[in-house]
Nanobody
């Protein structure tokens, strides 16, 4: 039994970056692939990125050129780098381990929220 724990989620402004981590309680080198999925509000879960045991990567068209998946077998951790994020990237991101075509283990997910507004800046006009 392997437990997967995601971290790194949060709120970021559109155009910003975020790095998600998926830490496994055991070795990930034996899995055929490690995968990142996401489920946005009111949407079905979709596959975002895959990295095989051999290091090959695959991405959903919607994130190609913006997201990067990587793995560190020594740390039993898979990463998802999100760059130039958009409001439609808002979702719960989960990682899953694949063996023989079956997703055997899932993490609970981490929330990523992309805001389209800036934080604002205070302007004071004195007389």
């Amino acid at each position: 039994q392997v437990q997967l724990v995601e971290s790194g989620g949060g709120e970021v402004q559109a155009g910003g970056s975020l790095r998600l981590s998926c830490a496994a309680s055991g070795s990930i080198s034996g899995f055929d692939s490690m995968n990142w999925y996401r489920q946005g509000p009111g949407l079905q879960r979709e596959l975002v990125a895959v990295i095989t045991s051999g290091g090959r990567t695959h991405y959903a068209d919607s994130v190609k050129g913006r997201f990067t998946i990587s793995r560190d077998n020594a740390k039993n951790t898979v990463y998802l780098q999100l760059n130039n994020v958009k409001p439609e990237d808002t979702a719960v991101y989960s990682c899953a381990a694949d063996e023989n075509g079956q997703l055997l283990y899932w993490g609970r997910g981490t929330q990523v929220t992309i805001s389209s507004w800036g934080q604002g800046t205070q302007v004071t006009v004195s007389s």
